[in-house]
């Protein structure tokens, strides 16, 4: 069946990095457009970032642009986020989405936490 696993969240410093790793299985990763969301306590999931299939498309959220990149690896079918010079306000579940397009139904991963705070 189709898995997402996110790994890479935890406690940091504000100004620090993480990488954040989405790996997935039971499906043709290279033909799935791939996102990442994250969701702070009481407000609603926003779009992070997304990245085409073949990685030739990215997009991000204004409040990450310049500062969190993604990236895949279609040969080890696993999406990344990079995440540089993070905020307090970027406190949150962060999860991996994958759709298809022409296709309705998309997968996602069960999140992972990532906390700034000194």
């Known amino acids: 069946q189709v898995q997402l696993v996110e790994s890479g969240g935890g406690l940091v410093q504000p100004g620090g990095s993480l990488r954040l790793s989405c790996a997935g299985s039971?499906?043709?990763?290279?033909?799935?457009?791939m996102s990442w969301y994250r969701q702070a306590p009481g407000k609603e999931r926003e779009l992070v970032a997304g990245?085409?299939?073949?990685?030739?498309?990215?997009n991000y959220a204004d409040s990450v642009q310049g500062r969190f990149t993604i990236s895949r690896d279609n040969a080890k079918n696993t999406v990344f986020l990079q995440m540089n010079r993070l905020k307090p306000e970027d406190t949150a579940v962060y999860s991996c989405?994958?759709?298809?397009?022409?296709?309705?139904?998309?997968?996602w991963g069960q999140g992972t936490q990532v906390t700034v705070s000194a």
């Open positions: 039971g499906f043709t990763f290279n033909t799935y457009a």
């Open positions: 989405m994958a759709r298809r397009s022409g296709e309705p139904r998309v997968y």
């Open positions: 990245i085409s299939s073949y990685g030739g498309v990215t």
